[in-house]
Nanobody, 120 residues
Framework: VQLQAFGGGLVQAGGSLRLSCAAS????????MAWYRQAPGKQRELVAR???????NYADSVKGRLTISRDNAKNTVYLQMNSLKPEDTAVYYC???????????????WGQGTQVTVSS
């Protein structure tokens, strides 16, 4: 099973980016999907999460600017990032809770991380 994230980059404040993360391999089922981020010198924090049914929750600092969505047919989670601020600069990691054929139960899988840099 592999998670591959795309879409990071350098953008000016006020700009937009769209991150995507696709899971591939021997997957039985996928549960929740989420994005986390980690800025230099800080702990990894939850940015947004979406359940199988489509319910979402966001960190207070990103509400109204970032939107998480998923395409279950493609095993993909997205993060649309608008009105970006310099404080959004971080490495963004996708997290997918799923069961692969090798797993006895649902397990956490992580993408490789993608850098987002917002210049002022």
């Amino acid at each position: 099973v592999q998670l591959q994230a795309f879409g990071g980059g350098l953008v000016q404040a006020g700009g937009s980016l769209r991150l995507s993360c696709a899971a591939s391999g021997s997957i039985v089922n996928i549960n929740a999907m989420a994005w986390y981020r980690q800025a230099p010198g800080k702990q990894r924090e939850l940015v947004a999460r979406i359940t199988v049914g489509g319910s979402t929750n966001y960190a207070d600092s990103v509400k109204g600017r970032l939107t998480i969505s998923r395409d279950n047919a493609k095993n993909t989670v997205y993060l649309q990032m608008n009105s970006l601020k310099p404080e959004d600069t971080a490495v963004y990691y996708c997290n997918i809770v799923m069961r692969a054929y090798r797993d006895a139960r649902l397990s956490d899988y992580w993408g490789q991380g993608t850098q987002v840099t917002v210049s002022s």
